[in-house]
């Protein structure tokens, strides 16, 4: 079992900046992608953007000028840099991982629980 655990959310005027993070815990797995979806209110959950272990990235191109991942391997913990936020981007964003079991080299996903990012003046 992995616990992902995010931080960082909040209210935010418009032009703003917030710094998403997410720490992954638990036994007898490896990490093979971190990454962020997003969910606004009567919408489908859709991507944001991903990282895998070998520091490619994919990010939505409704996003990519302003928002940056990265990950800190060491500490299987994922960051989302969002800069010039809009009210657009007012979601709960999820943390996401894709880890593959020691054991049996099985892969799952998990996601975290949403953290609420408010973009307003």
């Known amino acids: 079992q992995v616990q992902l655990e995010e931080s960082g959310g909040g209210l935010v005027q418009p032009g703003g900046s917030l710094r998403l993070s997410c720490v992954a815990s638990g036994s007898f797995f490896v990490i093979d992608v971190m990454g962020w979806y997003r969910q606004a209110p009567g919408k489908e959950r859709e991507l944001v953007a991903t990282a895998n272990n070998f520091g490619t990235t994919n990010t939505a191109d409704s996003v990519k000028d302003r928002f940056t991942i990265s990950r800190d391997n060491a500490k299987d913990t994922v960051y989302l840099q969002m800069n010039s936020l809009q009210p657009e981007d007012t979601a709960v964003y999820y943390c996401?991982?894709?880890?593959?079991?020691?054991?049996?080299?099985?892969?799952?996903?998990?996601w975290g629980q949403g953290t609420q990012v408010t973009v307003d003046s």
């Open positions: 996401y991982t894709k880890v593959i079991t020691i054991t049996k080299g099985t892969p799952y996903i998990y």
